[in-house]
């Protein structure tokens, strides 16, 4: 008995020293490492929606530029309130037939610092509020210098409750039906920048050409703000990609160099081809080129190599060139091209992520590795985005216009939004 005891003794106490970090290993899943990418990653992808705002207001003409600053700043409060009061719960709650979340996460009811992955609910949740707030963001470079601004508040709020938030499920949702079909789209090819650019389609086609389009020149004000907006997107678009890998691990580093190649690779063969076609290269096109190739690689930055990334990004930046071209020919105004780069952009991204995806960066293969399946799901996903998005948006803004009207009055769009609706002046030259 006299040395049975004390090793009985030595064993409970071990036991009692080691419990504690059992039970703390076995109680949490959190990786710091993973929530302090991912926080920095809700940063990045804030600070797109300003870099939004110059990108966006730089391009219209000096009466507008704060009104067009006002479409993204604004978005950035009233999107944010929306998210966490229901649209966090309709896109990631739990799934009601394939098509959309349920109310369990209401006024973000059970998210909290537990674990979601590896990192706490409460910064998955803003992640993806991130993305929610620049998504509508994008639609008003389409309606930029002749739209309400209550029209547009109302209108946003309705869009990424009915468009936004169900689409976000489809792809990403647990029980999503485009998911569950096993459609690929890394950080939103077809959640923002589809359902974004054909939104904007359907708005330019109906709220008609701003006065004097096609019969005076319009300017930009400030290429200066655009050049700098393009920028900050091109940096906050690391967050936007490379964190939607949700940890800091491989596939954030292949997201984030597949990000930077295709950005580089659009801006390198739009200015090309304006040079071809315009024989001048501008700063306008380097600026908007850069951002078609950020929009191409999106849906595909997890699943593609770099040079595949190369590819799509040289593709992206010829196609959307070609878009923009074909408005003028075609005769609507999409003020600042948000159809042309992020509507086409986004569906040829979608496509092309079906071409080349690959088993070693993404566990899925691609055309280019003999899967041609992989297409079907594809096609589906830009077909039912492309329809839904557009025809919600059609819907919106025919009770819109009967109810608050779209468009401001004659007098108020020849003076300028910024003096018309904001009582402001952008720039006062004394």
Sequence with gaps: MKKIIPHRLQLLFFILLLSPAVAFAEESEIDTGDTAWMLVSCALVLLMTPGLALFYGGMVRSKNVLSSLMHSFFAMGLMTVQWVVIGYSLAFGSDIGGFIGGLDHLFLKGVGTEASGTIPHVVFMLFQGMFAIITPALIS?????????????????????????????????????????????????????????????????????????????????????????????????????????LSAGTSAANAFATTH???????????????????????????????????????????????????????????????????????????????????????????LTGVFAAT????????????????????????????????????????????????VEEDQEREGLDTSLHGERGYELN
């Excluded at 930055?301 to 003028?328: D, N, Q, R, T």
């Excluded at 594809?378 to 819109?400: D, E, G, P």
């Design 360 to 407: 070693a960066i993404g566990g899925t293969s691609g055309v280019l590795e003999g899967n041609v399946a992989i297409m079907g799901p594809q096609i589906a996903s830009v077909v039912a985005t492309m329809i839904y998005a557009m025809l919600v948006t059609f819907i919106l803004i025919k009770v819109l216009d009967a109810t608050m009207g779209l468009r």
């Design 261 to 351: 190649i295709a950005s580089a690779a659009g801006m390198v063969s739009w200015v090309l081809a304006e040079w071809w076609f315009r024989k001048q290269p501008s700063v306008l096109g380097a600026a908007s080129g850069l951002v078609a190739g950020l929009v191409t690689i999106t849906p595909a930055a997890g699943f593609v190599s770099p040079m595949g990334a190369l590819v799509m990004g040289l593709i992206g930046g010829v196609v959307c060139y070609s878009a923009v071209l074909l408005k003028g020919n075609l005769g609507y105004d999409d003020s600042l091209d948000a159809f042309g780069i992020h509507g086409v952009g986004g569906m040829l991204g979608a496509l």
């Design 141 to 245: 470079g389409a309606i930029a210098e002749r739209m309400k601004f209550s029209t547009y508040c109302v209108f946003i709020l309705l869009w990424g409750t009915l468009v936004y938030d169900p689409v976000a499920h489809w792809v990403w949702g647990e029980g999503g039906w485009l998911l569950d079909m096993g459609a690929l789209d890394f950080a939103g090819g077809t959640v923002v920048h589809m359902s974004s650019g054909f939104s904007a389609l359907v708005l330019a086609l109906m709220l008609g050409k701003r006065l004097d389009y096609g019969k005076l020149p319009f300017y930009p004000n400030n290429l200066v703000f655009t050049a700098l907006g393009g920028g900050l997107l091109w940096f906050g678009w690391y967050g936007f990609n490379a964190g939607s890998a």
